[in-house]
Structures are given as C-alpha cells and as structure tokens.
C-alpha cells in the first residue's frame, strides 16, 4: 500500500511524460531511446485503435525498463493488469455527461469488485483542439476563453480536488496564455500539458506555463526532436 501511495504522489514530481499509442509503430531501438531518456514516465493510450492486444504488447515492451508506466484509460476493453498507475479521464468541457461520469459509472458497476482503487489517479480534461479525434469523440466545446477554461479549471481544483487537470491541444500547439491562466488559477491540481510539442523550444514554452509537459506524437515522426524535449528536466 505504502509503495502504490508513494508512486501515486510521485505524479507531483514529473515534468516531462513521454506518451506512447499503442496503435502505432515504434521499433525496439527507439522505445529503448524513449524509455532511457530520462523521462519521468512513459503514459500509454490513445483515442482510437486501442485494444487490449496492442496494449499488453506495448506494456510487455515497456516492462523491460525501469521508467514508471501509466495506462490512461480511454476503453474498457483495453484495460491491461500490471501498470503502476491508471490515469482516468473525465471531460470537464462536454455536455455530454457520459464522458464525465456515465462511462465511469458503467465501469464501477461492472468491474467495482476488481478495481484497484489505490492505483487510479483522476485527470480533469479539458480538450481545446476541435479538429482532434478526443474533440469529437466527446463533443467537447472547445471555443473557450482564457477566464472559461481556468473556470473548468477550479472546478477541478476546488470543488472535485482533483489531483490532475489535463489541457489537451492534442495535434496542434497550444495557447500558451490560456495555459498559464489555467495554471495560475489551480492550488493543489497538478497542470499537465500535451498538444504540438515537436521539439525543445516549444517543450520548454509548454513547460514555463504548466507542471508537466506530455509528448506524444513528435515521437512517431521525428525522434531525435522528441528526445530534445527531455531537456525540460533541466530547467530552473
């Protein structure tokens, strides 16, 4: 118990997560380079394509090094044993109440009995890219103010306590002032960042304005740049 509650607090720490989807290619040498690069852990999820196949097989791949890994949980039916943590997703932004409670709801009532409870870590989304997948998936309303997502901010913060908010540009870079109002606005909530980091400048833009930074998709295309971004750790 102690171990999982050490690990769980140990989110308060990152700065720099690396995120895998395991729908996409990614060939020994580079998960190696990924998983060595002193990144603080690597996540695993995606929007699409994910199932528990590809999932245990990237896990399995993961397993080898000792970096944390995270699976956030985006499908039920991907949900894999073994992982340190599991990230839970709740839209703050959509109205849309199945992907803020309905889907956890579900969840609960069919799988309470074997939930380790101590291993899941909530993350309030907020999703600001309109032309990505999770957007439409969801029906998040993206066409917010600064003073509206640092709203959904406080909620998350204030009122639900929870221990991540999520802002998602997924596929393009960000707002970096919105960012930083959200981050002003929030006490206890970590603020995670993932979106359009391609290389080490726009890492440690991302990183002056957030807690953590989340790279993704840079690494399929370009791993040498999604390595610069690593460089973050070092800031002051």
């Not at 499908?75 to 959509?94: C, H, K, Q, S, W």
């Amino acid at each position: 118990m102690l171990e999982e509650c050490v690990l769980a607090d140990s989110i308060q720490s990152w700065k720099h997560v690396f995120k895998l989807d395991p729908d996409k290619e990614l060939d020994d040498e580079a998960l190696d380079a990924v998983c060595m690069s002193g990144t603080d852990a690597i996540m695993i999820g995606g929007s699409s394509g994910i199932t528990y196949e590809n999932t245990v097989d990237l896990l399995s791949r993961v397993r080898r090094y000792e970096v944390p890994c995270v699976l956030e949980v985006s499908d039920l039916e991907a949900v894999v044993p073994g992982f340190d943590l599991y990230m839970i997703p709740m839209v703050l932004n959509t109205m849309n109440s199945n992907w803020i409670v309905g889907q956890h709801q579900r969840a609960i009532e069919q799988f309470g009995y074997m939930i380790p409870w101590d291993l899941l870590v909530a993350e309030g989304y907020i999703v600001l890219n309109g032309d990505s997948t999770v957007a439409k998936l969801t029906g998040a309303e993206t066409s917010l103010s600064a003073s509206s997502a640092a709203s959904y901010a406080q909620i998350a913060d204030k009122l639900m306590h929870l221990p991540i908010v999520y802002v998602e540009y997924s596929g393009t870079f960000g707002d970096m002032e919105l960012v930083q109002k959200i981050h002003r606005s929030t006490e206890r909530s970590r603020v995670l960042y993932g979106g359009g980091i391609v290389d080490k400048s726009t890492a440690l833009q991302a990183a002056a304005v957030c807690d953590t930074i989340v790279v993704g998709n840079i690494i399929y295309r370009d791993l040498a740049k999604a390595l610069e971004t690593v460089a973050v750790k070092l800031k002051v």
